[in-house]
């Protein structure tokens, strides 16, 4: 089946620990995305990745970094910097970027700090 | 940019009734609108879009109506059941390849 998939469902944090979390799609889509979540909150855009080996900060970067080394691939890493990392992340994909269309979600890791 | 707002955050509506979810957008220039589902502790999952050269659309049990007069999107679900039951977002999207913004959320709860 085709989709995306990211791991683990459920991560735990401890302070000054640089955590990562993985998200992978074999929808052979160009752009991938990651956003937060907090309770009761709509999505906020971490960072997005158009193509390989290039990706954009989104509306709440700071603490926050990737890699797109391959087109499947788009791993988030939540730093030490980020001092309020509990929350819902979420992976995204679509065709392309560069035209309005429909994102397609992973299931989420829920990450919390210990 | 781009501001979407969800006009109630809870609705309660009894099972076989209809149910309108509403949402407001800012930007007169979005031309792209998408409603999604989300279940608790899942990702949210695609139910229906609209382009701004339409305003109605329809789909399994759904419809999505745009007025864009006073940016203003709904989503309407027929014979509500329980498995309904969610979180429902409306986002905006200019084609300029901007980012889709997403509104807060409404809780959808089916009384049976």
């Known amino acids: 089946d085709g989709g995306i998939t990211q791991s683990p469902k459920y991560l735990f944090r401890k302070e000054g620990q640089n955590v990562t979390l993985s998200c992978e799609q074999n929808?052979?889509?160009?752009?991938m995305y990651w956003y937060r979540q907090d309770p009761g909150q709509g999505l906020r855009l971490i960072y997005y990745?158009?193509?390989?080996?290039?990706?954009q900060k989104g509306d709440i970067a700071e603490g926050y970094s990737v890699s797109r080394e391959k087109k499947e691939s788009f791993p988030l890493t939540v730093t030490s910097a980020q001092k309020n990392p509990t929350a819902f992340y979420l992976c995204?994909?679509?065709?392309?970027?560069?035209?309005?269309?429909?994102?397609?979600f992973g299931s989420g890791t829920q990450l919390s700090v210990l | 940019g781009e501001s979407v707002g969800l006009h109630l955050p809870t609705l309660s509506v009894q099972e076989g009734d209809n149910s309108i979810i509403n949402c407001a957008y800012s930007?007169?220039?979005?031309?792209?609108f998408i409603w999604y589902k989300q279940e608790s502790g899942k990702g949210p999952q695609f139910i229906i879009d609209?382009?701004?050269?339409?305003d109605k659309r329809q789909g399994q049990r759904v419809t999505v109506l745009l007025n864009k007069t006073v940016k203003h999107l709904s989503l309407q679900i027929a014979a509500t059941q329980p498995g309904d039951s969610a979180v429902y977002f409306c986002?905006?999207?200019?084609?300029?390849?901007?980012?889709?913004?997403f509104g807060g959320g409404t809780r959808l709860m089916v009384k049976p």
């Open positions: 995204a994909s679509s065709r392309s970027q560069g035209v309005a269309e429909k994102l397609f």
């Open positions: 929808l052979n889509h160009d752009a």
């Open positions: 990745s158009q193509i390989v080996n290039d990706f």
């Open positions: 930007n007169s220039a979005s031309d792209y």
């Open positions: 609209i382009r701004s050269n339409m």
């Open positions: 986002a905006a999207e200019t084609n300029a390849g901007n980012m889709l913004t």
